[in-house]
């Protein structure tokens, strides 16, 4: 079964410019996640997608940030314009479906794109 | 606040040596999960282990054990006998309904470096 796909792995852009990144789950996963890791910490949710709903997108920095899962499956999370800050690793990660009381779907994670903002 | 605390930022430690890694964690909920993840310096995420609040069970797998204890919200990670393949950042997370989706929420990260 193949696993969760991101491209680019690695984008090095000036300040101010946009980038975009591009994550595919795992066929048939219903839930999609964007999460931010910056250097020395652990990953933050950005925004988590149900089929091409959004469910949660309460940290995703609006102004800045934007994402979308028109048909689904592929997922694109977009910057526009970017700042030092955003400089990190986005991991996209995908589960069968979204987690709840009664049980829990495991997350499986891309390898990330590293984001370098000059 | 922060839901996940993992208080040590890096740990030495001499391969065979016996070592833990420390998670507390906090949240309303009755109903909760918990995980631990290992992420080795190529960057991917590794799923370990997930527990549920209700499961209070230790766990054992090979040379990872894991404790968790409701009473002292902490559920932490023994690596006995390490290996220099163990080296890598490992992070403790919670899944609870402060994301509606049940997203995790995770801790800053131990790294872990076993030395030859």
């Known amino acids: 079964e193949a696993g969760v796909a991101q491209s680019p792995r690695y984008k090095i852009i000036e300040k101010r410019q946009s980038v975009a990144f591009w994550c595919n789950p795992i066929?048939?996963?219903?839930?999609l996640y964007w999460y931010q890791q910056i250097l020395g910490q652990g990953p933050k949710l950005l925004i988590q997608?149900?089929?091409?709903?959004?469910?949660?997108d309460s940290q995703l920095p609006k102004d800045r940030f934007s994402a979308e899962r028109l048909k689904g499956v592929d997922s694109t999370l977009k910057i526009q314009p970017a700042k030092l800050e955003d400089s990190a690793v986005y991991l996209c990660?995908?589960?069968?479906?979204?987690?709840?009381?009664?049980?829990?779907?495991?997350?499986?994670f891309g390898p990330g794109t590293r984001l370098t903002v000059l | 606040a922060q839901k996940v605390t993992q208080a040590q930022t890096e740990i030495s430690v001499v391969e065979k040596e016996d070592v833990t890694l420390d998670c507390v964690y906090e949240?309303?909920?009755?109903?909760?999960?918990l995980f631990w993840y290992k992420q080795p310096p190529s960057g991917e995420l590794v799923f370990l282990i997930r527990?549920?609040?209700?499961?209070?069970q230790n766990e054992i797998s090979g040379r990872y054990s894991w404790n968790f204890q409701k009473s002292t919200s902490s559920f932490n990670f023994t690596i006995t006998a390490s290996q220099v393949v163990d080296s890598a950042v490992y992070f403790c997370?919670?899944?609870?309904?402060?994301?509606?989706?049940?997203?995790?929420?995770f801790g800053k990260g131990t790294s872990l470096l076993v030395t030859p």
């Open positions: 990660a995908s589960s069968q479906t979204s987690g709840g009381p009664s049980s829990y779907n495991e997350q499986f």
């Open positions: 066929s048939g996963h219903a839930t």
């Open positions: 997608f149900q089929n091409n709903g959004v469910v949660d």
């Open positions: 949240t309303r909920d009755t109903t909760y999960y």
């Open positions: 527990r549920n609040s209700f499961d209070e």
């Open positions: 997370a919670l899944s609870d309904t402060s994301n509606s989706g049940y997203a995790l929420n």
